[in-house]
């Protein structure tokens, strides 16, 4: 049986669709994934937070056992620590961990979602499933408001925004804290994913983190033009 969906998680209309099997690879795992985890969620996993949010933050996809699991982005494995700390730290969420998706959290001026919405094996999403999935994202921040800050979690999801705004992915190099203007509504900064081996390794500290969101909150209180 599948879980609660996420409270504080009602996605804006046309970003998510809960029984999208567009991407057989993904559909045939989840099947496989579900068979030997009844209790586990196993599937698209929808964006979390405020729908008329400011900040949005964009992940990979769901993990095996996190988000795969809760049914909330970043919820039940390592790189969530990091992610909810810095989040209440700057004012985003009301509290600094998220344990599962019927909890008490809520997010603040913020919405999280992931470029591709459904468990990859090996966490690693093909280009043709990125692709498929870009529909939803793309929606997503074409409903942005004004003066609005998507922050890249790693390369593919800065891509992934890339090709959701329908720009020139030379155009927008990926690197950790750069900024780039991808719209008149729109500014994204960029930062390595907070994935347990980047924080494991030091090519992603709690610090280099809390720069990028730091930036975020700028952006946000003081928008530059």
Not at 37 to 42: E, K, S
Not at 167 to 176: D, E, K, T, Y
Request: with cysteine.
């Amino acid at each position: 049986m599948h879980g609660k969906p996420a409270r504080n998680g009602i996605a804006p209309t046309g970003v998510f669709d809960p029984d999208c099997r567009r991407c057989p690879r993904l559909a045939g795992f989840l099947d496989e994934v579900a068979a030997k985890n009844p209790g586990y969620w196993c599937r698209p996993v929808p964006p979390f937070g405020d729908p008329l949010a400011r900040l949005l933050i964009v992940g990979l996809a769901p993990g095996m056992h996190g988000a795969n699991r809760t049914g909330r982005p970043f919820t039940g494995d390592y790189a969530g620590l990091l992610l909810y700390e810095t989040l209440h730290r700057f004012g985003f969420s009301n509290f600094p961990e998220s344990q599962s998706a019927d909890d008490e959290l809520r997010l603040i001026d913020c919405r999280i979602t992931n470029a591709v919405k459904c468990l990859p094996p090996d966490n690693k999403p093909v280009g043709a499933e990125v692709s498929t999935c870009n529909a939803f994202l793309s929606a997503e921040l074409a409903g942005m408001p004004a003066e609005s800050v998507v922050l890249a979690l790693g390369g593919i999801a800065h891509r992934a925004v890339i090709k959701g705004m329908g720009l020139r992915q030379a155009s927008f190099p990926f690197g950790h804290a750069m900024e780039h203007r991808v719209s008149e509504r729109i500014r994204m900064l960029d930062s390595y994913h907070c994935s347990r081996y980047n924080t494991n390794t030091g090519r992603l500290t709690a610090g280099m983190l809390y720069a990028v969101f730091g930036r975020a909150k700028e952006l946000l209180e003081r928008p530059v033009r």
